[in-house]
């Protein structure tokens, strides 16, 4: 299916007006790749973020870090008893600005690495979507990378949130499905650039050297940009899925859950060409959409985390249960625009299985267009946590 040059302009985008100082731009990539030796099968995640980048064009600025404001002055003064300790302002909060790499795998041993840059060392191409951030290269078919992450690197800067570690990456890429519409907002923007999107070449961290093959890769690519992140967060997707009614694999067909956006989630479903799209943006006679998060009963053998997506119109209905493994998510942690050391936890997993459901309104019938079964899906509930400083 080709790809509509709106759909390529839309990954093009970057921040405008008073976003460049006030808000975020993320370009989200998630594949599988096959250890070499084992043969074991990982799910891995690749992101270029900006936030807030021209607030300080020549330098990052991390606002989770803390910047002790006391000068020598302020000391003399205590010293000599001029001015008491209670009333020196010890810390000095910075709104963060900085153009942000992540890179990393998700299951047993989970981690992300991450490089922190300035957008003054960012090499763009207006024309098309082409973007260097020092050791790394993204472009409208290519990744290429390498991340590398000391404990000393880590202990000096806990303020990263990432983790130590090494990860490179050498990937051409393929979209196969796309939207070009999701959700859309003066506030929140996001786009399933890539529903469905083919993966080759291979990822190394820690030394484990993963080959991505395209039928394996099952691939998605996304954008969330705006004045901030959505909170509550969801998220979820997956392109690798099986009719039950036919017991064959869906070669062209995915679908993505993003929210929550005034209470209500954005789903899209494309089953081999049938693209049904509900947009959380639309007014609330467009569609009706339910959705819950749960955690499995206590008794039951292994932990698991449930989402259920239910949401219909005038001509479709789609019903989406899912489980993921919950000691196999993890927690990773984004700084949010607004500063204050606010950030954004989201819990992270890709073992997602279930199933999804489309159907068509016939009169007052409802006629099954897929039933299928979901592998491998990724799996993701935020919220916002709120500094104590």
Not at 280 to 309: M, V
Not at 334 to 344: A, D, Q, T
Request: charged share 25%; with cysteine; hydrophobic share 35%.
């Amino acid at each position: 299916m080709a790809i509509s040059k709106k759909s390529t302009k839309i990954n093009r985008y970057m921040l405008s007006g008073a976003q460049k100082k006030s808000g975020v731009n993320t370009w989200r990539y998630v594949f599988t790749g096959v250890e070499n030796t084992t043969g074991q099968e990982r799910r891995f995640f690749i992101e270029l973020s900006m936030l807030n980048p021209f607030l300080s064009p020549s330098e990052p600025v991390l606002g989770y870090k803390n910047r002790v404001k006391i000068q020598p002055e302020d000391l003399q003064n205590v010293l000599a008893g001029t001015i008491s300790a209670q009333k020196l302002e010890t810390e000095n909060i910075e709104t963060p600005s900085y153009v942000v790499v992540r890179a990393g795998v998700y299951g047993a041993g989970a981690k992300q690495c991450c490089l922190y840059s300035a957008i003054k060392n960012i090499r763009n191409n207006p024309k098309i979507y082409e973007i260097s951030v020092e050791t790394c290269f993204f472009s409208a078919d290519r990744l290429i990378g390498h991340l590398d992450i000391s404990p000393e690197d880590l202990q000096e800067h806990p303020e990263y949130l990432c983790d130590s570690g090494m990860i490179n990456w050498d990937l051409h890429y393929e979209i196969r499905r796309s939207f070009e519409k999701g959700y859309s907002s003066k506030v929140y923007s996001w786009l399933a650039t890539g529903v469905r999107a083919v993966f080759a070449g291979s990822i190394t961290i820690d030394g484990k050297v993963y080959n991505v093959i395209p039928k394996k890769s099952f691939g998605y690519i996304d954008r969330n940009y705006g004045k901030n992140n959505s909170y509550p967060w969801l998220h979820l997707s997956s392109s690798n899925l099986t009719s039950i009614i036919t017991g064959k694999t869906l070669q062209e067909s995915a679908f993505a859950v993003q929210g929550i956006y005034n209470d209500r989630v954005s789903v899209i479903v494309d089953f081999e060409g049938n693209q049904v799209a509900f947009e959380a943006n639309k007014g609330l006679s467009s569609y009706e959409a339910h959705w819950n998060f749960t955690q499995s009963p206590e008794n039951d053998s292994q932990e698991k985390l449930h989402w259920t997506i239910s949401v219909h119109n005038k001509k479709y209905v789609s019903d989406i249960d899912v489980f993921c493994i919950a000691p196999l998510m993890f927690v990773r942690s984004f700084e949010l625009p607004e500063g204050k050391r606010n950030i954004l936890k989201v819990l992270s997993g890709s073992t997602g299985t279930g199933e999804i459901r489309l159907y068509k309104r016939i009169h007052k019938n409802l006629e099954l267009i897929e039933h299928a079964e979901i592998a491998g899906a990724l799996c993701e509930f935020g919220q916002k946590e709120e500094s104590e400083s």
